[in-house]
C-alpha cells in the first residue's frame, strides 16, 4: 500500500517549507485591492550520450549488468541515448497577508519521440508512428506537483497544503528544484514559522501516508485511521536571506547561518485487504506494525569575503516491531535502522573575480550486506551484487546504511547513474571553474569514490573509482541557460568482477541541456 516506513523515513521533512523561510518578516500585501498574480518557470530540453555505463565487466551473480545494455545486443552494445523535456509552472498569488502558491509540470521529463499512437491516416502515409498531438507517453500531460497557501499572521507566518520540503544542503530532504534535478519531496502539511530570540522557530505536522479511503457524498474519507503514518517535526534557525546575506559579507561582515532540525514519524498497525485489490467495501485486515522513525539533522554556512563553508549531517534511528505484511505470520525480531551521514561543501569565489575553486566531501553509513542499497531492490543480494535488500529475515534486521537524497547530485556517472544515490560510502570531490567571457563558465571536477563496507561493493573491494566531470554552462541577462557536460569514470577494483576474474572498463556520458528561465 505504501513504502515501508524504514525508507520513508530518510525522507523525513523539515517541519516548513522553503518558501515560507523568504517571506517571514515580509507581509504579502497590494497596492489595491485587487490580488496580484506573478507565475515563475522554465522549460528544460535535454539529451544525454550513455556509453558503457556497464562498464564491461560481466554480469553480477545475481545475473544483472551495473546498467542497462541496450536490448539489441546486450553483448556487445555499448551506447544508451535519450533525449526529454518539461515545463515547469510556479503561479502565484497575493493578497494582502495570504499567499496562495503552486507547482505545476507540464510534459514531466517527456521523453522526446515516446508518443508513438497515430490516427490510421497519419500512419498510412508516414509508414511508422509519430508523435501526435494530446498524446503523452505513460504519465499526464500535466502534472499538478504541489499547491498550498501561506498567511501571514500576528504569531507567524501559517502555510498549509502539499508544499515543497527542504533542509539544509538537501541530502535527506531536499525540493528537487535544482536545474538537472528530476525528484524532489513534498509533504502534506500544516506548519506555523515565527521569530522570535534572533532565530526562527518552526513546527509543522504531516499526514504522511493515509490507508484506503472511502468516497462518500463527494468527499474521501479515510476508512480507517488505525493503519495511518503521521509525522511531527520542529526546527530552530539562525537564517537570513541571501540578499542580506550578500550585503553584510560586502560589508566586510562574518555571516553564520545555522539550524537543527527533529522530526518523529509514527504508524501503530497496517491495513491489509483480505484479497488484495482494496476495494472500498472489502474487508480490512489488520497487521501491529509498531513503527517509529525519529531524525536529526544539523545545519550550517559560514560566508566571509569570498569564502563559503556549508555542511549538514543528519543521523536516523528507526524501528518495526513486525516486519512482516503477512496477517497472522509475526516476526519476532524487530526490524531497526541506525543510519547517518554529511557533507561539506567549501568555496572561494572572489568577488568581483571570473574564477572559483572548491573542495568537497561526503560520508553515508554503510551496511555490511550484499549490495551498496542504493536502490529499493527489494531481491536478496549475494556477494558481489550491486544492490539488493540489506535485510535477511530472521537473522538479519538492522538496514544501517543511510541514503543521500537521489537530487543531491554529486557527480554525472557513479553515484548518479549506477548506484542511484551516495550510500555505504564516501566522495572526495574538488572543483573549479573560470570564466573567460561574460556568462560563459568552464568548469571541472574530480571525483574519488570508495565504499565503507568492502563486502558490499561488487568488486568486494573499497575502492570504486575516479570520475572526471568537464562542464560548459553559459547563462544569459535574458534567462537562457545552455550547458554541456562530460563525465568520465575510471572504475577501480571495487566495481570489477571476482567471479569470474573481470576488472572493469571505463564509462563515459555526455549531457546538454537547454533552458528559458522566466
Not at 553483448?75 to 515547469?88: E, I, K, P, S
Not at 484506503?212 to 509525522?231: F, H, I, T, Y
Request: proline share 7%.
Amino acid at each position: 500500500m505504501r513504502r515501508p516506513l524504514l525508507i520513508a523515513a530518510l525522507l523525513a521533512a523539515a517541519p516548513m517549507a522553503r518558501a515560507g523561510w523568504e517571506t517571514v518578516g515580509s507581509p504579502f500585501s497590494t497596492a489595491g485591492e485587487s490580488p496580484d498574480f506573478d507565475l515563475d518557470g522554465s522549460l528544460r530540453v535535454r539529451g544525454d550520450l550513455l556509453y558503457n555505463l556497464d562498464l564491461d565487466r560481466g554480469p553480477t551473480p545475481s545475473g544483472d549488468l551495473l546498467f542497462p545494455a541496450p536490448g539489441s545486443d546486450p553483448q556487445n552494445g555499448q551506447l544508451l541515448t535519450g533525449a526529454d523535456m518539461r515545463l515547469r509552472l510556479q503561479p502565484v498569488m497575493l493578497y494582502r497577508g495570504i499567499a496562495v502558491r503552486a507547482q505545476v509540470d507540464v510534459f514531466d521529463n517527456l521523453a522526446l519521440g515516446s508518443t508513438p499512437r497515430t490516427a490510421p491516416s497519419e500512419a498510412a502515409v508516414s509508414g511508422q508512428d509519430a508523435p501526435r498531438f494530446g498524446v503523452n507517453a505513460l504519465v499526464d500531460a500535466i502534472a499538478v506537483r504541489r499547491v498550498w497557501a501561506e498567511a501571514a499572521l500576528p504569531v507567524g507566518l501559517l502555510s498549509i497544503g502539499r508544499m515543497p520540503s527542504h533542509w539544509g544542503l538537501g541530502i535527506v530532504a531536499n525540493d528537487g528544484l535544482g536545474e538537472e534535478c528530476d525528484l524532489g519531496d513534498s509533504a502534506d502539511r500544516i506548519a506555523l514559522v515565527t521569530p522570535l530570540l534572533g532565530h526562527i522557530w518552526g513546527i509543522g505536522f504531516d499526514w504522511s501516508a493515509s490507508g484506503p479511503q472511502l468516497l462518500r457524498d463527494g468527499a474521501q474519507l479515510d476508512r480507517d485511521p488505525a493503519d495511518d503514518v503521521r509525522s511531527i517535526g520542529g526546527s530552530v534557525l539562525n537564517w537570513l536571506p541571501e540578499a542580506a546575506i550578500d550585503r553584510k559579507v560586502e560589508a566586510g561582515k562574518l555571516v553564520v547561518s545555522y539550524g537543527l532540525l527533529g522530526s518523529y514519524r509514527w504508524q501503530e498497525r497496517e491495513a491489509v485487504a483480505a484479497s488484495g485489490q482494496g476495494g472500498a467495501a472489502e474487508p480490512l485486515l489488520w497487521v501491529e506494525r509498531g513503527s517509529s522513525a525519529w531524525i536529526v539533522d544539523g545545519w550550517a554556512k559560514l560566508r566571509w569575503s569570498g569564502l563559503r563553508v556549508e555542511a549538514e549531517a543528519a543521523y536516523l534511528n528507526a524501528t518495526i516491531a513486525n516486519a512482516s505484511l503477512v496477517p497472522g505470520l509475526r516476526l519476532h525480531r524487530p526490524l531497526t535502522a541506525s543510519q547517518w551521514g554529511g557533507a561539506l561543501e567549501t568555496e572561494w569565489a572572489p568577488r568581483g573575480g571570473s574564477w572559483r575553486v572548491g573542495l568537497d566531501a561526503g560520508i553515508a553509513s554503510g551496511d555490511p550486506a550484499p549490495g551498496l542499497g542504493g536502490r529499493d531492490d527489494p531481491r536478496f543480494g549475494a556477494p558481489g551484487d550491486l544492490d539488493g535488500a540489506q535485510i535477511r529475515p530472521p537473522y538479519d534486521m538492522a538496514v544501517d546504511n543511510f541514503r543521500f537524497h537521489r537530487d543531491y547530485l554529486v557527480d554525472r556517472i557513479l553515484w548518479r547513474q549506477i548506484v542511484g544515490t551516495v550510500t555505504d560510502g564516501a566522495y572526495l570531490r574538488g572543483r573549479g571553474g573560470i570564466e573567460p567571457a561574460r556568462g560563459l563558465w568552464l568548469e571541472l571536477a574530480a571525483i574519488g569514490s570508495l565504499a565503507l563496507e568492502a563486502e558490499s561493493a561488487p568488486g568486494r573491494s573499497n575502492l570504486l573509482g575516479v570520475e572526471i566531470d568537464p562542464t560548459l554552462r553559459y547563462r544569459s541577462r535574458d534567462g537562457l541557460e545552455v550547458m554541456l557536460a562530460y563525465g568520465f569514470l575510471w572504475p577501480l577494483a571495487g566495481l570489477g568482477n571476482r567471479e569470474p576474474e573481470r576488472a572493469a572498463r571505463p564509462g563515459q556520458t555526455v549531457r546538454w541541456m537547454t533552458r528559458f528561465v522566466f
